[in-house]
């Protein structure tokens, strides 16, 4: 208790202005893009921009912490600066033997998007140290701290929330909870290998070369699934193939429930999916929830080996199209759905949207370190899971949506080699004002939970048309 009270003097305690090493830059903000694979228009493209509301380049919203990030060397503190308070608790727990780390929460305000050549500090004051607490992580404390920040003309631009577990590596479920993991696993049967003949092999080779590939008749061209030894078109024996693109239309589903096939997990789904060539096969829709499965929607294929000794072509929903004009409105109703959005999780684009946001805790690029502190692997940062819910719900709202308020809860890490299904719903519609609930879904559980604020542009917002050269 004496060491709780000791960490809980510094409650309310504000700590120095933190400056960005740099002002707001295109650089930086094409940084962002790449990794988050954000296209909005407004971030990169000065024409689009110059016609927009905004009148020029700004940077995505949930950018905003990223920028008073201080990077892998960060600079020697000026003198008579003194260490903030959120600083002074997390030495002081690492000290105790708290040594690993894990952001579990983040709101963000904006009052405005910030543009080219700002620059921004941050101020910072400690609200929060929870009771010791034992998570699946670890045993540890919950630090909250609540940041404001200005521009260079000490203006507020934006404040920020974020909490973070301090937790004793080794202390968690994470160990038992994977060899229990690894023994259900040992004991599980595997999927039924398929029968693999001289006229199939084509099919299951291209399988391990990561392609989808469908029979061709090499007379007359026609294709065929299931492959067949006679073309019963043209008659013909000489078959060949050709690869599929790998986009498709759901055409029917089921949903099996009973009885259950330990091979396969349970609320699979079974679809016939008709490929863009024509040909239909029978395979498992993946990376969704039942209940937002839909006869037609787009489907993209995806080679993987669940729980198989044999790659196999299951079929995930294609990422939505980002809306290229806002619609109006009064077209909005509560209750409306956002297509569900999978996002493929790789060390890559872990590292890589790392980078981007400034973040070089190393349980984020190093899985060594990050095994040493306790994790399984290297997972995704906090940072990068806001700037993904951004991306996702202003794709769906549009170019000239603004974002208010990100407020997200951290679930299970998303380790690479998952996919996590983003989806989200309208709750409330208050004027100009559109309240969503996100969520995002990995293989082990749900990742993120958060509500979400837009505001509707007002029709004089709206991004002017480009001018038509025939008409000057």
């Known amino acids: 208790m004496d060491f709780l009270k000791t960490l809980r003097e510094k409650i309310g305690e504000q700590g120095p202005p933190l400056s960005s090493r740099d002002a ?3 650089a930086m903000i094409r940084h962002w893009c790449d990794a988050m694979e954000d296209d909005h228009p407004v971030y990169t493209d000065p024409e689009w921009a110059a016609r927009s509301q905004h009148g020029e380049i700004v940077a995505p919203p949930a950018m905003l912490n990223a920028w008073t990030m201080q990077g892998l060397r960060p600079p020697a503190p000026s003198a008579g600066v003194t260490s903030d308070p959120a600083s002074e608790v997390y030495e002081a727990l690492d000290r105790a033997g708290f040594t690993s780390v894990v952001a579990t929460n983040s709101e963000h305000e904006y009052d405005r998007y910030l543009r080219l050549g700002d620059l921004i500090s941050g101020t910072s004051h400690l609200t929060e140290v929870s009771e010791e607490k034992a998570t699946g992580l670890g045993v540890g404390h919950f630090v909250t701290t609540e940041t404001d920040f200005r521009d260079q003309h000490g203006d507020p631009v934006g404040r920020m929330l974020f909490r973070i577990l301090k937790f004793r590596p080794g202390t968690g479920r994470t160990s038992s909870l994977a060899d229990a993991s690894s023994a259900q696993a040992g004991e599980r049967p595997s999927r039924p290998a398929p029968a693999i003949s001289r006229d199939t092999r084509f099919f299951w080779e291209g399988l391990e070369n990561g392609e989808l590939r469908i029979q061709r008749c090499e007379g007359c061209a026609e294709l065929f699934h299931p492959p067949v030894v006679r073309c019963p078109v043209c008659g013909g024996y000489a078959m060949g193939w050709q690869a599929a693109t790998g986009r498709a239309q759901l055409y029917s589903f089921v949903a099996p429930e009973y009885p259950h096939f330990a091979a396969f997990d349970p609320g699979y ?12 096969l029978l395979t498992n829709i993946v990376d969704v929830d039942p209940d937002e499965v839909k006869v037609g929607m787009g489907l993209e294929l995806v080679v993987r080996s669940d729980n198989s000794d ?12 980002r809306r290229k004009e806002t619609p109006r ?14 996002i493929p999780i790789t060390t890559t684009s872990i590292v890589a949207t790392a980078m981007a946001s400034r ?10 370190l990050a095994q040493h502190r306790g994790s399984p692997d290297i997972f995704m940062n906090i940072l990068t899971t806001s700037g993904i819910c951004a991306r996702y719900v202003t794709d769906w709202g549009g170019p000239d949506v603004m974002l208010k ?14 996919t996590m299904t983003m989806k989200g719903c309208v709750e409330a519609i208050r004027g100009r004002q559109v309240e969503l609930s996100v969520s995002g879904r990995n293989r082990v559980g749900p990742h993120v939970t958060g509500e979400v604020q837009l505001e509707w542009p007002k029709d004089g917002d709206r991004t002017a048309p480009l001018a038509d050269p025939s008409t000057q």
């Open 405 to 418: 308020r990100l407020a997200i809860r951290l679930g299970v890490p998303n380790y690479p080699g998952d």
């Open 24 to 26: 707001v830059n295109q």
């Open 269 to 280: 789904i079974v679809g016939l999916v008709e490929l863009e060539e024509g040909t239909r």
């Open 359 to 368: 973040d070089y805790q190393d349980v984020h690029h190093d899985r060594e």
């Open 329 to 342: 409105l009064e077209t909005l109703k509560v209750g409306e759905r956002l297509e569900a959005c999978p």
């Open 310 to 321: 044999q790659p196999l072509p299951m079929f995930r929903p294609v990422r939505p199209e």
